[in-house]
């Protein structure tokens, strides 16, 4: 029997020639849109997704739940990752984060 997955992912459609300067700039207006901030940029799983890049998004420092977000340039691919045990303003927030990225795409 297969595992249940621990999340779901949103993806976001990206265009093919979305270079990592322009979607840290897309990703820094879509966060301040919805009324996030940034806590953490890294990489994701170096070995599945070798040079992508990572975020956790965060209404409070003090607030538990965070929402994960990876672009991935090789895979040209971009989606946001929400564990099934996050409070519930990470699932209520994830769509209109998901919004906010998708109409500032349309922008460029």
């Known amino acids: 029997m297969a595992k249940a997955k621990k999340s779901y992912d949103l ?3 990206i265009p093919e020639d ?3 300067e322009t979607m840290m700039g897309v990703v820094a207006r879509a966060a301040a849109e919805t009324g996030l901030y940034i806590s ?3 990489g994701y799983s170096r070995v599945k997704y070798p040079n992508s ?3 956790h998004f965060k209404r409070d420092k ?3 739940g965070l929402i994960d977000a990876t672009f991935w340039k090789e895979g040209t691919r971009f ?3 929400v564990r099934h045990n996050e409070p519930q303003w990470v699932h209520d ?4 984060l998901k919004d906010a990225l998708d109409r500032a795409l349309a922008g460029i």
């Open 11 to 13: 993806v976001v459609d």
């Open 18 to 20: 979305m270079d990592k």
């Open 40 to 42: 953490h940029i890294g």
């Open 53 to 55: 890049v990572h975020w």
């Open 62 to 64: 003090k607030e538990a």
């Open 79 to 81: 989606w946001l990752i």
């Open 93 to 96: 927030t994830a769509p209109a």
